[in-house]
């Protein structure tokens, strides 16, 4: 799984995102109600009453355990940017500018993609400070 952020602000965002869809579910299924649709308004809105239930049950699920995974994140000087972000296992992202952080600079095995990743963005940020160096 690749992130673009964070892996505390992706489990967050997606949590969030989730509970809206559940509670969006939950609507729908009342306005099977509302709207007097005889028994098949009836079967919809219980069927979607249920789902988004599930829905919103599993997204507090996630949003519950990303605040726990925060708690036991490792807390790091961003090296970019140098504010204090928190970290996820080996590699991670900064909450603030996206770098990849890494605790581990010799290429891991399991972390191939995302080291690639970073040497790739290294290679990118110089590329770009040369071309910034005639001012
Ligand atoms: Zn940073």
Redesign the pocket.
């Known amino acids: 799984m690749r992130f673009r952020s964070s892996k505390v602000n992706e489990f967050r965002l997606w949590g969030l995102a989730l509970t809206m869809g559940g509670m969006l579910l939950m609507i729908i299924g009342l306005a099977g109600i509302v709207f007097d649709w005889g028994k098949a308004g009836r079967i919809i809105a219980v069927v979607f009453m249920i789902l988004g239930m599930i829905t919103m049950m599993v997204s507090m699920g996630i949003y519950f355990w990303a605040g726990m995974l925060s708690t036991s994140a490792t807390v790091i000087d961003?090296p970019?940017?140098g504010?204090r972000?928190k970290m996820l296992g080996k590699t991670d992202r900064?909450m603030?500018?996206k770098?990849i952080l890494t605790v581990d600079p010799q290429f891991e095995p399991t972390a191939e993609s995302e080291t690639a990743a970073a040497v790739q963005a290294s290679e990118h940020e110089l590329h770009r400070e040369l071309e910034h160096k005639p001012h």
Request: with cysteine; net charge neutral.
């Open positions: 961003c970019e940017c504010r972000t900064c603030f500018c770098t």
